[in-house]
Every structure is written in structure tokens, then in C-alpha cells.
């Protein structure tokens, strides 16, 4: 077949755009438009190849070739308000309108002896926030970027006609870019931006218990999933700083050191098939975002001390339902949530503006000829106001976001408990 | 067991042919582009200049002399000197790029002289003739780029890092009622900005009362004063020799 370079570039240039805060903190937990439109609650069900982020133990269930190849465009903007115009003089500032498309792809293999290969490609962190060049907060950020791409080879095997076992390794590309100014003295701002690249390795380990339909005590999911949160560490990066040229000789470009954790990640959830045509599943996640006290920026020469923005967060917690129904070809999904952010008030700042969230989603998946699928989502994200006590930017900030998010699939064969 | 066998809708081949093709491509360049999602890390230079020098901080202070920070009078025949990072096309060395100016009486000394050492990287203030009126305070100003000097290689003329802080118009230290005093700027250290910040009061009315004669404050890339003290034996160095 003839790849168009045309097409490739816009391929790649997909892969590589920056992802939208969406998880709770910046954790990005849409990665398949299936498990997006039942809201992420797919960790006890992980019946297509995107069992790779979800919970590598459901790739057990496969068997045969399967492909997903899926894409999320998210649209969303944060709004910061300042009642006083104390520290906005407008009263009011908002980010950019963001509307990205993040791409997922995910490719299995399983063997009848219930091995199953897989390899994933997603981005489960991410941030892009932009805000005004001028606007009150430029001193804690003004842009802020932060990619990343797993890709994920895993395995998973059928221990038991019940029990699965799967896991895998992350192998994770991050880059940041973060950008803010700093007062020189009462009129006069520097430009300081930090950059820097990181590749860091973690692994995720999963388990899925399908018991079988006894009488009337239907078919019972239990899923558990497990990934670590390798740190990345921009120990090479760049800070430029953009000054007046009579200071630019001791504000010049140096090396710079910062951390952004990737915290560790767990999933429980229950699911349960009261009919053949019906899965219903809740599910609990922790993450754990106490890893990230603080941000800081730390110049390895020149004549600036390093730049610390505290965090403080706590470990964030998020609930998820959902429910799946098979009529005819057509699956139909409906999921909702909430996520505890983990944000704390004290410090909470532009830079990930995060508050408690509700979120809805809504889909379909249509079986085509060919083994081929199609599934198509919808998730609307409800962020609830908060207001930041942080001392030099006491703002409140309202968000929204919606992801409209399709997949093409290719699977060969379902395997012991999924659904067709 | 298995849920019951799902009809299928029906759809064109080529969608089929497509659906696989779009897989395809983007898995293979997905992994041909995880490493390409890098952000410049590379330093850049910062751009070329020619500071006129100007650090009070080092050992021995970095100053045109004679100063009047060094408490040390003057001569009436010194000559002062103020130097630069790099040599200064000597083109752009004329009325108006160097001004004296008598403090005390606060009229320009027009018979005053200039010139550049042969490296062109040092500045010589002569006295007029008959030497520096005694008793006097006198002010030296130089213009920076774009309107006054320019450096050889046509690099702009610019002052230092701290004469930038001590020609800024606003406070460098702040002192509350209770408590130690601040450094208005991350740059700085309080001891050092308290140390600028007594010159940049003692030479803001100089800087003020040539800003009002057109000459923007940014292009004001040095200033000093010296107070010209009686003659006295060969042996008292009045006027510092060039260092």
C-alpha cells in the first residue's frame, strides 16, 4: 500500500500534539473511545485491545489479530475570575479555546493457549494551557506544555478458564515546556522558560477474574490494574530567559533541572453481567498525586536561585459507573464519574487549575463485516468552581471540557468472556 | 460462556481497505515519531554587546576612576577613565555620546576632552584647560546605543547589570517599619541592593536632569561623579593611575 507522505505528516503531527489536562491533575484516562464512553470504567470489562492502558490482564480474552486505532478531540478552556480585579485587572482571564485530537493505537495477537501479545501507543499524561501574554498569573505561568507517549508492549495469559494475569512495560517520551515571567524590578519582566526531554521506563501489571454464569448467579468481573509511575527527570533541560540585553550576560541560558512526577496508578472494579446482553461495572481508581509537592525549576548555573512553585497535592480518588447494552450490532454506553481533585486550595495555581469534576459519557460501537468495529463516544466534563487560596493569586477557576472520540477496530476473534 | 453471535451491518469494501490502511500508517509512524516529540534543550548565546563596565561588587571595584565612591578626591589635572567590554567605534565618540558636566554649578564643562585608548576599549576624560575647577563636583554621563556609542563590530553599547539596576527609576530595597530590609529585585541580594540603591539615589537627579535633555534613561550606559580636591605632593594618588 502507498503511504502518502501528506498523510504521514498529519499522522505524526496528531501523535505528537500536546494533550489536555483531563484526568484528574494531568492525567489523561481517555484512551479508548470504547472505555471513554462508559467514563473509564473499563478496567473490569478490558475486552478490546485497549485493555493495554486499561488493565493489560483483559487481553487474555482475545484471541487472533486485533487492531484499535482510535482518536479523541478535546475542546476545552479554563476560566480564571477575580471579583476584586485585585490580581486581574479585567477581572476575568481565560486560556485559549484548546481543540486537540490525541491518537491511541493498540495492536494484539492472542494464541490459543491463551497467551496474548500486545503493543499500545497513548499518552496518559499531558497538559497544554495558554494563557493570555499579559494577564495577572504570568509570573506563576503563562504556557505551559507538558507530552508524553507511552508505548507499551504487554503480554497476558489465561492462567485459568476464570482468571487472567497480564502486564508490561511503559516506556515513556515526556517533554516540558513551561514558560512565566519573573519581575527584574518594579517595570521591567524577564522571560523565563524552561524546556527539557525525558525518557523514563515503568510497567503496569493487571488481573481480571470472570467467574461463569452458575444458575442465577450471573457472570462476576473483578479487575485490578497496577501502573507505576516512573518520574520524569528534565535533568538536561534548557532555561532560557528572555531579558534586557544590558542583563543578558547574567541572565543568560543555562541548564535546568525539574521533576514532574508521573504518580502510580491503581484501578478496582466489579462488573457484573446480569443478562447476556448487559454489562454493568463500578469502578474505584487512586492515584497517587501526593508524589508532586512542588514544582521546581532548578538552574544548574547562572545567577538565578531555583524557582519553586509549591503544589502540596494529596492522592486523588475517582469513582466510575457504567453500563453496556448489546442490541442488535449496536452497543450502546453510558458511564459517569467523579473525580476528587487533588489539587490543594492552598496552592492551587494556573498551572493545572484543578477542581472535583462530574463527567458523562455516552457511545456506541457498531460491529461491521469483516470483523471490523467502530466505536464512537462522548464525554462531557463538568469541572466545579474553585477558588485558589494561594496568597499572591487568590483566583477562582472554572473549566470545562468535552471529548468527542472515534475507533476503528479490527478484531479477529472474542475470546472466553467478552462480548462479541 | 459466550453472549449469543451479533448480526452485522453491511459496509463497501473500500472502507473495509481503508479502516486497515489508516491502522497501519499511524502505528508505524507513531513509533517512528516517539522520539521526535523532543523540545529544544540546545543554549543559546546570548547576543553580542559592548558593556560599559560597571561592578562595584568585585575586588578592586570595577569603576571609572576617580569616583567618588572610593572617598578619594581627585586631582584638577586627573584624567578619567571608564572602560568597556570590547572595543567602540571611534566614530561614535562625539558630542553628546560623552558629556561632563560641572555638578556643582550644573553647567556643562564643553571644554572638557575625550578620546579612546588605542585599543578603543577605554574611555580618557581630560580635564580643560587649567584642570578641574577645585572644590567642584563633577559628572561624567555616556550614551549608549543606539543614540551614542556604538561597539566596533556595530554591537550595541549597552551598561552593565548594575549600572542598569542603578539608573531604574524605582526603589532596589525595600525596608518595612519591622524587619530587615528587602531586595526589590531577584538579582540582588539585600546587601547588595542596599549598597546600589545609595547610588541610585545619589545619582538619580544627575540621570533625571539629562533624561530631561532628550536623552533617554535606557541610553544612558554609564554615569559617575568625582569632587576635584585641592593639589597636593606627586606621592598622594588623587587620581588612581589606570588599572
Known amino acids: 500500500m502507498r503511504i502518502d507522505r501528506h498523510y504521514v505528516s498529519i499522522a505524526l503531527a496528531l501523535l505528537l500534539a500536546p494533550a489536555i489536562a483531563r484526568g484528574g491533575g494531568y492525567e489523561i484516562a481517555e484512551q479508548g473511545a470504547a472505555a471513554t464512553s462508559m467514563a473509564g470504567a473499563f478496567t473490569a470489562k478490558a475486552d478490546d485491545a485497549s485493555a493495554i492502558f486499561y488493565n493489560a490482564a483483559g487481553l487474555a480474552q482475545l484471541r487472533g489479530l486485533h487492531l484499535y486505532l482510535g482518536a479523541t478531540l478535546v475542546n476545552s478552556q479554563v476560566t480564571a475570575d477575580d471579583a476584586s480585579k485585585t490580581f486581574l485587572p479585567e477581572g476575568s482571564a481565560k486560556t485559549g479555546v484548546v ?54 508492549p504487554s503480554i497476558a495469559w489465561q492462567v485459568l478458564p476464570f482468571l487472567f494475569i497480564g502486564g508490561g512495560i511503559d516506556v515513556i517520551s515526556g517533554s516540558a515546556d513551561l514558560t512565566r515571567t519573573m519581575a527584574l524590578d518594579a517595570t521591567t519582566e524577564a522571560e523565563l522558560r524552561f524546556r527539557g526531554n525525558d525518557t523514563a521506563i515503568g510497567g503496569n501489571v493487571g488481573l481480571l477474574i470472570v467467574t461463569p454464569r452458575k444458575g442465577a448467579m450471573p457472570p462476576i468481573h473483578l479487575g485490578f490494574s497496577y501502573r507505576t509511575g516512573p518520574d520524569l527527570d528534565f535533568g538536561g533541560g534548557r532555561l532560557s530567559i528572555s531579558s534586557p540585553i544590558e542583563l543578558s550576560q547574567v541572565l543568560r541560558d543555562v541548564r535546568a533541572a525539574a521533576t514532574v512526577p508521573m504518580p502510580d496508578r491503581i484501578a478496582v472494579a466489579l462488573g457484573v453481567r446480569p443478562v447476556d446482553r448487559l454489562f454493568l461495572t463500578a469502578e474505584f481508581d487512586w492515584v497517587h498525586w501526593s508524589d508532586f509537592q512542588s514544582l521546581t525549576v532548578t538552574p544548574t548555573g547562572g545567577s538565578l536561585p531555583p524557582q519553586t512553585i509549591p503544589e502540596n497535592w494529596r492522592d486523588g480518588y475517582t469513582v466510575r459507573g457504567a453500563g453496556e447494552v448489546l442490541v442488535g450490532p449496536v452497543a450502546l454506553r453510558l458511564g459517569a464519574g467523579f473525580d476528587w481533585s487533588p489539587a490543594a486550595e492552598s496552592t492551587l495555581n494556573p498551572i493545572v487549575p484543578d477542581s472535583n469534576r462530574v463527567f458523562v459519557g455516552a457511545g456506541v460501537g457498531i460491529n461491521l463485516p469483516r470483523h471490523l468495529l467502530i466505536d464512537i463516544g462522548l464525554l462531557g466534563v463538568d469541572f466545579l468552581q474553585r477558588t485558589s487560596t494561594l496568597p499572591q493569586f487568590p483566583v477562582e477557576y472554572s473549566n470545562w471540557a468535552v471529548l468527542t472520540t472515534v475507533a476503528l477496530g479490527y478484531r479477529g476473534k472474542p475470546g472466553p468472556a467478552t462480548h462479541p | 460462556m459466550l453472549p449469543p453471535d451479533i448480526p ?149 553599547v549597552v551598561a552593565s547589570p548594575a549600572f542598569y539596576l542603578v539608573r531604574s527609576t524605582s526603589p532596589l530595597v525595600q525596608c518595612p517599619a519591622t524587619g530587615p530590609c528587602v531586595s526589590t529585585t531577584p538579582l540582588l541580594t539585600a546587601q547588595q541592593a542596599f549598597v546600589l540603591e545609595q547610588l541610585r539615589v545619589a545619582l538619580a537627579p544627575l540621570l533625571d536632569s539629562v533624561q530631561a535633555l532628550g536623552v533617554p534613561r535606557s541610553e544612558i550606559v554609564l554615569a559617575w561623579t568625582f569632587t576635584v580636591g585641592p593639589p597636593v605632593g606627586a606621592t598622594d594618588a588623587g587620581a588612581l593611575p589606570r588599572g
Open chain 2, 8 to 156: 452485522r451491518v453491511d459496509v463497501t469494501r473500500k472502507v473495509v481497505a481503508l479502516t486497515l490502511g489508516a491502522a497501519v500508517v499511524v502505528g508505524a509512524e507513531a513509533l517512528g515519531g516517539f522520539a521526535g516529540g523532543c523540545v529544544d534543550t540546545d543554549l543559546a548565546e546570548p547576543p553580542p554587546a559592548v558593556f560599559a563596565l560597571f561592578d562595584p561588587s568585585t575586588t578592586p571595584p570595577t569603576i571609572p576612576l576617580p569616583n567618588d565612591i572610593t572617598m578619594t578626591a581627585a586631582q584638577p589635572d586627573s584624567v578619567a577613565h571608564s572602560s568597556f567590554s570590547g572595543p567602540v567605534d571611534r566614530s561614535t565618540l562625539r558630542a553628546g555620546t560623552v558629556m561632563v558636566i560641572d555638578a556643582t554649578t550644573s553647567a556643562p564643562l564643553i571644554m572638557a576632552s575625550f578620546a579612546l585608548d588605542e585599543m578603543a576599549t577605554t574611555l580618557d576624560v581630560s580635564p580643560p584647560t587649567g584642570g578641574w575647577p577645585v572644590g567642584h563636583r563633577i559628572a561624567v554621563v555616556v550614551r549608549g546605543s543606539p543614540g551614542g556609542l556604538v561597539g566596533a563590530k556595530g554591537e550595541p
Open chain 1, 99 to 152: 481543540a486537540q485530537v490525541m491518537p491511541n493505537f493498540y495492536a494484539a495477537y492472542g494464541f490459543s493457549p491463551g497467551i496474548t501479545l500486545g503493543i499500545g501507543i497513548f499518552s496518559h499524561y499531558g497538559l497544554s494551557l495558554s494563557w493570555p501574554s499579559d494577564w495577572g498569573g504570568r509570573s506563576l505561568v503563562r504556557d505551559v506544555t507538558l507530552r508524553t507517549v507511552n508505548i507499551s
